[in-house]
């Protein structure tokens, strides 16, 4: 997911991290599977309160973490404005994003997206990734 968003992103406009960046939600301290966050924040920082898109990729111990507490968590960021799950072993995954509209919530239920054919659509970065890139799979002959 990291590679194939990376590809896709601006890197003068976004800086893309992989675990190795905290976001703070309060008190509590969470470390997401994949962080983008806007360029232009202090390089030295070993946490954000202002991430844009985060994403976790799920284990069987994760499942309801990370499609439940962990969404509610990221979701109470005002900075967030997309929270992408995906499962681990098949093309899966379910995608929250805000609205925009003046409200700007998020829905109660993520879009899900399934199969080697399906894209996920990603709305604050105007990019589409095919799953079967993704999850890195080959193309199935017509």
């Known amino acids: 997911l990291a590679l194939a968003l990376g590809k896709r992103l601006d890197p003068a406009l976004w800086s893309l991290t992989t675990t190795d960046l905290a ?10 599977d994949v962080m983008v966050e806007p360029q232009d924040q202090p390089g030295t920082e070993r946490s954000t309160q202002i991430p844009v898109f985060l994403a976790e990729v799920l284990s069987p111990s994760s499942l309801a973490l990370d499609l439940n507490v962990k969404a509610e968590e990221y979701m109470s960021l005002p900075s967030l404005d997309c929270y992408l799950v995906a499962a681990q072993d098949e093309p899966r995954v379910w995608i929250w994003q ?25 709305a604050c970065f105007n990019v589409s990734i095919p ?12």
């Open 23 to 32: 976001v703070e939600i309060g008190e509590d301290i969470r470390y997401p």
């Open 98 to 122: 805000r609205g925009i509209d003046a409200a700007r919530a998020f829905p109660k239920n993520p879009a899900e997206f399934v199969g080697r054919q399906a894209a996920v659509e990603i």
């Open 131 to 142: 799953l079967a890139e993704i999850y890195r799979l080959p193309a199935r002959p017509a």
